[in-house]
């Protein structure tokens, strides 16, 4: 879904314009300043809590200040969007307050909680349709049932309107502040937020450096810029819905390109981590692009000691159900968590003797399923070995050498491993 490239590019009195706009629905986030992150990094980083926002997101800054400003033609032609959930929500809320009815194209990733807040936003004003793998896929129908039914298109990130309401963002983190911070660690998916951003601090704080934050199996934004034009992955990889975008917008593009930021990826196991942490020092439920700011700042940013950081904490719609492959993918991040097939002997007491001969006095068996089982002489089974520390891997790889039973490592670039985790 990309707008028109004769589109005028947003200005730094467009996001004003928008902030008037948007301050009497709009709740003025907490910057709060984090302890955690301030002591590893030598820095003073405030943390930008857009979680807290109505519908848990900052998405609801860009949806409501293009819906609000709709003719009553354009309202009565009702509105439709693509999202991967978080868009959707402000979108709902918008379609509530003021009283439009709407459709909402979703991928088949989204989970289930953000749909379920979806409807309860919309209060019966908007029907959510689910459907495709991607939020490429969700934006194809939904440009398609515009075409069709003449509804008004709302687009996640690639809208004038759209990228102002997100900048707004940007105007109140200095408010709060007292001045403009020295870095700001911006996520992106399609690039919204951070052209918004960008368009008003180059214009009214040019030396703050800003940062944009991508998940690894998703940067399309630095693929465009390497490409010189936004271009289509091949492949994304979905862990981070609220930013797995397959392809940059053509209105965000040239502003990101134009600024000459930096772009950093953080790979999705690093990001879970971070969501722990969160979670169990600061006691703060992230969604997984909500954590992507700060995980960049700790794997990817090199900070000054005593500088103001800002990071984005863009939304906390996380659904409960997903911590299971959170921790998964955090321990394999870590190092601590490897999968093997081993070749036991079907006799008794194989078991036993690998567990006592191979493993550590810290190590796991942390999953066991025997892959198949037969009457020959060994039998092979898929063990997942959870160390106490990743440095415990070269003492248990020597000790599988040295073990009478073939053992074969499964490693985190092979085709078989995406079945795994």
């Not at 490239?5 to 986030?29: C, G, H, K, N, Y």
């Not at 459907?131 to 996640?156: E, F, I, K, N, R």
């Not at 409960?320 to 321990?331: G, H, Q, T, W």
């Not at 599988?400 to 074969?408: F, I, L």
Request: proline share 5%; hydrophobic share 45%; with cysteine.
């Amino acid at each position: 879904m990309t707008a028109a490239l004769d589109t005028a590019l947003p200005t730094a009195l467009d996001v004003e314009a928008a902030f008037v706009r948007l301050r009497a629905v709009i709740r003025e986030s907490p910057l709060q300043r984090s302890e955690r992150l301030s002591q590893r990094t030598g820095a003073n980083v405030w943390v930008k809590r857009e979680d807290l926002q109505p519908v848990r997101s900052y998405k609801l800054r860009g949806a409501y200040n293009l819906i609000s400003q709709l003719d009553a033609a354009d309202r009565a032609r009702g509105v439709v969007c693509a999202s991967a959930g978080n868009h959707a929500q402000g979108f709902a809320f918008a379609c509530a307050a003021l009283g439009l009815d709407g459709r909402v194209y979703v991928p088949r990733t989204t989970p289930r909680q953000k749909r379920d807040r979806i409807d309860a936003l919309g209060a019966g004003r908007v029907e959510v349709i689910v459907g495709g793998d991607t939020y490429d896929d969700a934006a194809a129908a939904a440009l398609a049932d515009a075409d069709l039914t003449q509804a008004v298109l709302v687009p996640a990130f690639d809208h004038p309107d759209t990228i102002c309401g997100q900048g707004t963002m940007a105007i109140e983190i200095v408010e709060q502040l007292g001045h403009a911070p020295d870095v700001i660690v911006i996520p992106v998916g399609g690039g919204g937020m951070l052209s918004g951003c960008l368009t008003w601090l180059r214009a009214r704080h040019p030396e703050t450096r800003v940062v944009g934050a991508e998940p690894a199996g998703a940067a399309c934004m630095a693929a465009a810029v390497e490409a010189g034009q936004p271009l289509e992955l091949d492949d994304i990889e979905t862990f981070v819905d609220g930013a797995a975008v397959r392809r940059a917008g053509d209105l965000t593009y040239p502003i990101v390109r134009d600024a000459g930021i930096e772009l950093v990826s953080v790979a999705e196991g690093r990001i879970c981590t971070e969501m722990l942490e969160l979670y169990q020092t600061d006691g703060v439920i992230a969604e997984p692009a909500g954590a992507l700011s700060s995980a960049a700042l700790l794997d990817r940013i090199h900070v000054e000691e005593g500088q103001d950081v800002v990071v984005v904490l863009s939304g906390g719609n996380n659904d409960v159900s997903r911590y299971a492959e959170i921790v998964e993918r955090s321990l394999v991040d870590e190092g601590r968590k490897h999968y093997f097939l081993v070749d036991f002997p079907q006799e008794p007491g194989a078991l036993r003797r690998f567990l006592s001969e191979v493993l550590g006095p810290e190590d796991d068996i942390a999953h066991f399923e025997y892959v198949k089982r037969s009457n020959r002489e060994t039998g092979p089974a898929l063990v997942g070995i959870e160390l106490g520390r990743r440095e415990d891997l070269e003492g248990l790889l020597a000790r599988m050498d040295e073990s009478p039973m073939s053992v074969e490592r499964i490693s985190a670039d092979s085709p078989a491993y995406r079945f795994l985790v």
